[in-house]
């Protein structure tokens, strides 16, 4: 099982991968990727967890991508309203998605920059 993820974006907790945030207990802002200081009011942070729910709040679709990257695929910025963050994510597909549509966190696998697979994180439609 492939086990490699970058620790300050993906944290595993009971088998399952959280997002890795930082949350500003001065002014209460969260930071998605995950700072030291808050560029808010300059203080220190605390690492935190996101919820793995949120919405779709913008995204676009990619017709022509990176070498080795299968198009078309979407991006964009999904919402997490427990954290009141938004969190910039590859989605799962690229059809039939609409703002406001409710996603989940979900895990996949990419090859990094040194050419070696990892877990990473995308956001999937939640159909009921
Ligand atoms: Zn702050």
């Known amino acids: ?7 300050r974006i993906l944290k595993k907790v ?10 500003c207990k001065s002014c209460n802002k969260t930071f998605f990727p995950k700072v030291d200081i808050c560029t808010n ?4 942070t605390e690492e935190i967890l996101l919820d793995t729910k949120g919405i779709l709040y913008s995204y676009t679709i990619a017709r022509v ?6 198009t078309p695929y979407a991006f964009g910025f999904v919402y997490i309203p427990k954290n009141d963050v938004l969190v910039y994510s590859l989605l799962t597909e690229y059809e039939n998605l609409s703002i406001g549509m ?7 696998e990419i ?3 040194n050419g070696q697979k990892e877990v990473f994180y995308k956001f999937k439609p939640v159909r009921l």
Do not use: H, I, W
Request: glycine content about 8%; hydrophobic content about 30%; aromatic content about 8%.
């Open 1 to 7: 099982m492939l086990m490699n993820y970058n620790p």
């Open 14 to 23: 009971n088998d399952e991968f959280r997002l890795v945030a930082s949350s």
């Open 41 to 44: 009011c300059g203080n220190k």
């Open 65 to 70: 991508g990176p070498l080795g990257y299968q």
């Open 102 to 108: 409710e996603m989940e966190l979900v895990t996949c």
């Open 111 to 113: 090859t990094n920059e």
